[in-house]
């Protein structure tokens, strides 16, 4: 690398012990994890998420890989436990034992909702790999379960895409398509591949990536379309009477740009000698695109959540996992590059970081900034989970590899 990144190992750890920290009390007793409020406590009453459940159990999978050897060992069986408690509540309060697959949310009294969608199980897969990695007993047998149900009823061979939504018994497809869930689904195969050593997964992520990163966003001035009928056609205009959706919202997202430029890195080492040149160049074809439409476009810094396909701001909120994804993609970027400004971007964005997003008295970081970047909460209230902030310390700490668990797993974390 031609250029150092700041902050430095020592701050990054700093950082992401206190994130873990504030997450730890999220198990709930019945399974599952909670979604937490501002204080990092469950809120009451409400259901246990399966997005949520996957994304801490992946969290607390790696931080035990991270401790494990460490000067203080009780870290690394705290975050044992929490790694397992995740895994029981997927193979146990989750799981659908009649159909197969994942329940989306569960109450005292069962599911509250039957669908089951592509998201939320790339989310176990991600999940049950990083556990597996981490050497948490009954993770493989997860894994190979999730990866199965995900191939069986969600791959579409024919598009080399993953379908969204269907009912509880497998029988109902839903015409919705989106693309949110095909790029946790590169994730997930990524780190199905590497821990299973599979490389079957691995072209399917190069499959879906080459559809999304290579075709479809310089398509769109690399404003990469979300929503699609049942036979792959943009829906320019979806939920555009609620433009601020938390999952499906309006126009394209400047996160997801960040995100898939992310991915395509990863997959590129994954690749190694046969990675295709385009895979790095529209890599930083997407990461510009979003400096220029998305970094302080209405005269304030931060990301926009939304930007229409003329280019211009929808919401104008600062959402925190936008600004997790550019300081990880940035140090990505340098990895691959060593180019001096992504270095100055990371170190720009963390900066931002420190000043608005990490909340010093409560912990963790504000899900959710108004555009002058004062605490908001209308789109994300609390502090769900660790998942986008523990990648931004994370990914910097890391050489760039397919997956992060298996590269703890190798000891390759710097610091």
Not at 20 to 48: I, K, N, Q, T, W
Not at 257 to 273: F, I, K, P
Not at 381 to 401: E, I, Q, R
């Amino acid at each position: 690398m031609s250029a150092a990144l700041t902050p430095d190992a020592a701050w990054l750890r700093g950082e992401l012990d206190r994130l873990l920290a504030f997450g730890r009390h999220g198990a709930l007793p019945e399974g599952g994890f909670g979604y937490l409020d501002d204080e990092g406590r469950p809120v009451p009453d409400r259901p246990s998420e399966l997005w949520i459940t996957c994304r801490m159990t992946h969290v607390y999978a790696l931080a035990h890989l991270v401790s494990t050897g460490s000067t203080d060992e009780s870290h690394a069986e705290t975050y044992a436990a929490l790694a397992d408690h995740g895994v029981a509540s997927l193979t146990g309060r989750f799981h659908d034992d009649k159909h197969g697959g994942w329940w989306a949310r569960v109450d005292a009294d069962g599911p509250t909702t039957t669908a089951k969608t592509a998201y939320e199980h790339a989310f176990v897969v991600l999940a049950a790999a990083s556990a597996t990695a981490a050497g948490r007993p009954g993770a493989r047998d997860l894994l190979v379960d999730a990866v199965a149900v995900l191939l069986a009823h969600f791959w579409d061979d024919e598009v080399g895409m993953v379908v969204e939504e269907w009912d509880a018994a497998w029988t109902t497809l839903d015409p919705y398509r989106g693309v949110n869930a095909n790029m946790h689904s590169v994730e997930a195969l990524l780190a199905a591949a590497d821990v299973l050593d599979d490389p079957s997964l691995r072209d399917r992520a190069l499959r879906v990536t080459e559809r999304v990163v290579r075709d479809l966003a310089p398509a769109y001035d690399w404003r990469i379309p979300e929503h699609f009928d049942p036979d792959w056609q943009p829906l320019l205009d979806y939920n555009s009477d609620k433009p601020a959706d938390p999952f499906r919202p309006a126009g394209a997202t400047i996160g997801h740009w960040l995100e898939w430029a992310r991915l395509a890195l990863h997959l590129r080492a994954a690749l190694g000698d046969q990675a295709p040149d385009w895979l790095l160049e529209h890599a930083v074809a997407l990461v510009d695109a979003a400096v220029v439409e998305g970094w302080a476009v209405d005269g304030a810094d931060g990301f926009v959540y939304t930007v229409g396909f003329d280019g211009r701001p929808l919401v104008r909120q600062r959402m925190h996992w936008v600004l997790a994804e550019g300081v990880a993609v940035a140090a990505a970027l340098l990895r691959a590059t060593g180019e001096r400004r992504w270095a100055d971007l990371h170190a720009q964005w963390w900066a931002y970081a420190e000043r608005c997003l990490l909340d010093r008295e409560r912990g963790s970081w504000h899900h959710e900034l108004a555009p002058d970047n004062t605490p908001d909460g209308r789109t994300w209230p609390g502090k769900p989970d660790l998942y986008h902030a523990v990648g931004a310390c994370l990914v910097p700490l890391l050489p760039l590899t397919p997956t992060m668990s298996v590269a703890l797993r190798e000891g390759l974390l710097e610091g």
